[in-house]
């Protein structure tokens, strides 16, 4: 679950701001970007899907270095 993750994160030291939840579905090699973790208003993300087009590629390059091509 993002939520239980997410917490391991800020147990760890990982700043709220920069924790975002998406998924990785290795049959299609593509990354949805919706999570509960998601819904920020006050960094302007009001819905479950990251809707800035920055941190939206910031993690699909993550995905990307961890789990390989995209």
């Known amino acids: 679950?993002?939520?239980d993750c997410?917490?391991?994160l800020?147990?760890?030291?990982?700043?709220q701001a920069n924790?975002?939840?998406?998924?990785w579905n290795p049959f299609t090699q593509k990354v949805t970007f919706e999570s509960l973790i998601n819904i920020r208003p006050s960094?302007?993300?009001?819905?479950m899907e990251?809707?800035?087009p920055i941190i939206r590629?910031?993690?699909a390059q993550i995905?990307?270095?961890?789990?390989?091509?995209?």
């Open 1 to 3: 679950m993002h939520a």
């Open 6 to 8: 997410e917490s391991v």
């Open 10 to 15: 800020l147990q760890h030291g990982s700043r």
């Open 19 to 23: 924790i975002w939840g998406a998924d």
């Open 43 to 47: 960094q302007n993300n009001r819905s």
């Open 50 to 52: 990251i809707q800035d």
């Open 57 to 59: 590629e910031r993690v």
């Open 63 to 70: 995905v990307q270095q961890l789990l390989g091509s995209i």
